[in-house]
């Protein structure tokens, strides 16, 4: 596509439910990155992905997050059991190799109540 | 200290304005100096990007790089209400790709008409 597209939008789910947020990463790009953005706080690195290597998961914040990312294009951000400090903006960026800069879909606001 | 430090705001300014916004980092490893705008609900878009020191205009941007006082700005002359957004600060060290971007927090930019 000819930009990184996140879904949902929005989301709204009860504490303890999981969610599931998707990415797709614009076509050729192997880099992809999952970011966090809470009120008043800047971007907090959660994982990167890059072709076939493993992932760097050094920023997901607790054993409840995981994310995966099939075929080397569409990629899943995976929160269990989850709870109201999970609320915030979930960012997914892509990027080709050797490539200037990160495209940043448009997020997907997750509210726990 | 942060890695990188930036004002978050808000900074409001008349329509027609010169706006400073800056930031400042303490790693002399970063060599890539890149500033991306973010409109409400939306995903931070690339602004500009600039390699080691020096300066580089864009239309009404100008990104400037002061790697002797680990101080980089960007410019805007002439701003219009539709500047009105928050802008991030990015930096990587050196090597190919774009991974490995660290961000400021972001200033809230308003313009009055």
């Known amino acids: 596509g000819a930009g990184v597209s996140q879904s949902p939008s929005n989301k709204v789910t009860e504490k303890g439910k999981d969610v599931e947020l998707r990415c797709d990463p614009i076509s050729g790009h192997t880099a992809l990155y999952w970011y966090r953005q809470s009120l008043g706080q800047g971007l907090e690195f959660l994982i990167y992905f890059q072709g076939n290597s493993a992932p760097d998961k050094s920023g997901l914040p607790s054993d409840r997050f995981s994310a995966e990312r099939t075929g080397g294009s569409v990629s899943t951000l995976t929160i269990q059991r989850t709870q109201q400090e999970d609320s915030a903006v979930y960012l997914c960026?892509?990027?080709?190799?050797?490539?200037?800069?990160?495209?940043f879909g448009s997020g997907t606001r997750l509210t726990v109540v | 200290q942060k890695e990188v430090e930036q004002d978050p705001g808000p900074l409001s300014v008349p329509e027609g304005a010169i706006v400073s916004l800056n930031c400042t980092y303490s790693n002399s490893a970063f060599q890539y100096f890149m500033w991306y705008r973010q409109y409400s609900r939306k995903g931070p878009e690339l602004l500009m990007y600039t390699y080691s020191s020096g300066n580089k205009e864009d239309g009404r941007f100008t990104a400037q790089v002061d790697k002797s006082s680990k101080y980089i700005s960007l410019f805007i002359r002439d701003s219009q209400p539709s500047d009105s957004a928050t802008y991030l600060c990015a930096m990587r060290y050196s090597g190919g790709g774009a991974d490995g971007l660290t961000f400021g927090k972001g200033t809230h930019l308003i313009i009055q008409p």
């Open positions: 960026a892509s990027s080709s190799p050797g490539g200037d800069g990160y495209t």
